[in-house]
């Protein structure tokens, strides 16, 4: 079972990044899957979830700039972020949700510039 992130980069303040998220070892479509982050100096924290229903739900500070989204056909997840701030500087990670696996990956780094 594995989950690798990527699409990360810098961008500056108002950007836009997409980042993608590839399962391999099991089905996505009967997954509960998130994206998290950490900021540096800060713990880890939920972004998004998806459910195998479909049923999403978003941290409070994406306030409608993120979307997350799932490919059942590729068996992988995205998350859209528009509107990025610096403080939206972090590596971004995808897991298994609401109990993540304790395999988080590398992750991907997204850098905002102000």
């Known amino acids: 079972v594995q989950l690798q992130a990527s699409g990360g980069g810098l961008v500056q303040a108002g950007g836009s990044l997409r980042l993608s998220c590839a399962a391999s070892?099991?089905?996505?479509?009967?997954?509960?899957l998130a994206w998290y982050r950490r900021a540096p100096g800060k713990q880890r924290e939920l972004v998004a979830q998806?459910?195998?229903?479909?049923?999403?739900g978003y941290a409070v500070f994406v306030n409608g700039r993120f979307t997350i989204s799932r490919d059942n056909a590729k068996n992988a997840v995205y998350l859209q972020m528009n509107n990025l701030k610096p403080e939206d500087t972090a590596v971004y990670y995808c897991?298994?949700?609401?109990?993540?696996?304790?395999?988080w990956g590398q992750g991907t780094q997204v850098t905002v510039s102000s």
């Open positions: 070892g099991f089905d996505i479509s009967i997954e509960p």
């Open positions: 998806i459910n195998s229903g479909g049923t999403i």
């Open positions: 897991n298994n949700f609401p109990i993540p696996s304790k395999n």
